[in-house]
């Protein structure tokens, strides 16, 4: 397919698919994308992504389309600069197709705490929405709905990987540090991690390949050196690989009783899939795993709470009318008025767990909590943490290559369902998730095929089954996804996944 043919097609159904409010970037940007595409020469560009358009989620910055964080406080905000990954993209010849639709500033599970309104995922319940995830819920409805060729999300405790597997595609979150966060407006910095959505994971693998890099521009980005050491690990490990099967670990702790047979089923299913390739399974323990949740929702909104301080209608954000403003209080009207109530409610956490009398018992416990579960991953590894210098004295023989998990507990909830949950049971959708993204770890959601339209309606096509590996070893990750992909459609072509089985 031709450049402009690809082009014309994703902007069709971005007009087909607007119900769905992937996308929330003006209407008139169609005729902009178009321009970019057309040319009497040819693209001078030879890399898989020259002429492809990809979606940036909407708190990344992008010079020629605002950047609003889907908040009220950044509505007029025009970023001067492109963000790196923005950057090398259009280097690279990719097109933006435009900014996709996020809970505001990251901060939700469902894509439900926006400005522009709630996304919508393409598949319906009884003629009911569903869930798109969160926060990437845009990006990734726009890649499920094919908007576009691949889309950028940020990660910071499963909002790529959560929205991927409610929609049927590929999220992946890469290790933390590997790709810049020059340019991403911050939620939870030492989290956060630019991620890509796509149909596949070789697309996946061409968008992370152009998007991975040392950036002098951001602080937390590996530096050479480090990179250096990572590929040391990794030669080093594949130098003592006997033969291609790999140890597949599978963490009792993921065993949730809220787990969804369904999801479960998929689980096993997955797994009897690698033993019967020849790559054998091994139960492992995360003991930390436990208590990840609760850690990563104290230490997330402290962060949070100390980054948005600057969005107070004078250094950044639009300013409140200052009618009726007594004081020095203008700031406090402008955060009232322009931040939502999702934010604000984690703003106000974040600020007491960092105040003097909490710090001790809520963020300080919490980081503790943060350590244990990177130890917890470290053990049961086989390649050594290249960050480290501490090794754990287990058997390489008791040692695992990658862990499989499901990515969330449940298949997508309708829209309607979530007004009445509580703010813990919507945090619950992260419980798979949060672990990898405290350890800085790279993992990968895969749609797993599933058949559930003789129960109750419903239409839903795929659960999300998690792929994690150890730090740096995201080239391993994405080979062995692109690998179980193909494993998964020889298999399920004919005969999905079923919940009757």
Not at 54 to 71: L, R
Not at 280 to 296: E, F
Not at 336 to 355: M, Q, T
Not at 481 to 491: C, R, V, Y
């Amino acid at each position: 397919m031709s450049s402009l043919s690809h082009v014309e097609r994703c902007l069709a159904n971005q007009k087909s698919f607007r119900a769905l409010n992937a996308f929330i970037t003006a209407e008139h940007h169609a005729q902009y994308v178009l321009r970019g595409s057309r040319t009497d020469e040819p693209n001078p560009k030879n890399t898989p992504l020259a002429g492809k358009l990809i979606a940036v989620k909407d708190n990344i910055c992008t010079v020629g389309y605002p950047t609003t964080c889907a908040s009220a406080i950044l509505k007029d905000f025009q970023s001067p600069y492109n963000a790196n990954v923005v950057q090398k993209l259009e280097d690279a010849g990719a097109i933006v197709a435009g900014k996709t639709n996020l809970d505001e500033f990251g901060m939700g599970s469902h894509s439900t705490h926006s400005v522009f309104g709630a996304v919508h995922n393409a598949t319906e319940t009884n003629d009911e929405p569903l869930s798109a995830g969160g926060s990437s819920g845009g990006s990734a409805v726009a890649v499920a709905s094919q908007q576009c060729w691949a889309a950028l999300g940020t990660d910071t405790g499963g909002s790529v990987r959560l929205p991927a597997a409610y929609t049927g595609i590929v999220g992946f979150k890469p290790s933390y540090g590997l790709v810049s966060r020059y340019g991403v407006v911050a939620y939870a910095n030492s989290m956060d991690t630019v991620g890509v959505l796509a149909a596949d994971s070789k697309i996946v693998r061409h968008v992370f390949h152009q998007i991975r890099g040392f950036d002098a521009s951001d602080p937390t980005s590996v530096r050479p050196s480090t990179l250096k050491r990572i590929c040391e690990t990794v030669s080093s490990r594949d130098a003592h690989r006997d033969g291609k099967s790999l140890r597949i670990g599978v963490p009792t702790e993921y065993n949730l009783e809220e787990l969804q047979p369904v999801v479960r089923l998929a689980w096993l299913k997955v797994l009897q899939l690698l033993q019967a390739e020849g790559h054998s399974v091994h139960s492992v323990s995360l003991p930390a795993t436990k208590l990840a949740l609760s850690a990563y929702y104290v230490i997330a909104p402290a962060e949070a709470s100390s980054n948005l301080a600057k969005y107070d209608g004078v250094r950044y954000g639009t300013q409140a009318s200052q009618k009726g403003v007594l004081g020095n209080v203008l700031f406090a009207a402008t955060r009232g008025e322009g931040l939502g109530e999702e934010v604000r409610k984690r703003i106000l956490l974040g600020a007491y767990s960092l105040s003097a009398s909490a710090i001790d018992n809520y963020f300080i416990q919490a980081q503790k909590v943060r350590r244990r579960v990177q130890e917890d991953f470290d053990r049961v590894f086989g390649m050594d943490n290249p960050l480290i210098s501490q090794r754990f004295g287990d058997l390489a023989s008791e040692k695992v290559d990658v862990l499989l998990t499901p990515t969330a507990p449940s298949t997508p909830p309708t829209l309607a369902s979530l007004a009445s949950r509580s703010s813990v049971e919507t945090f619950r959708d992260d419980v798979m998730t949060v672990p990898a993204s405290l350890a800085g770890l790279p993992a990968i959601s895969l749609p797993v095929p599933i058949d559930s339209n003789h129960k109750d309606g419903e239409r839903i096509r795929s659960v999300g089954i998690q792929v994690i590996a150890q730090y740096g070893d995201d080239d391993m990750l994405l080979e062995f996804a692109g690998n179980l992909e193909n494993l998964l459609q020889s298999a399920y072509h004919q005969t999905p996944i079923n919940d009757t089985d």
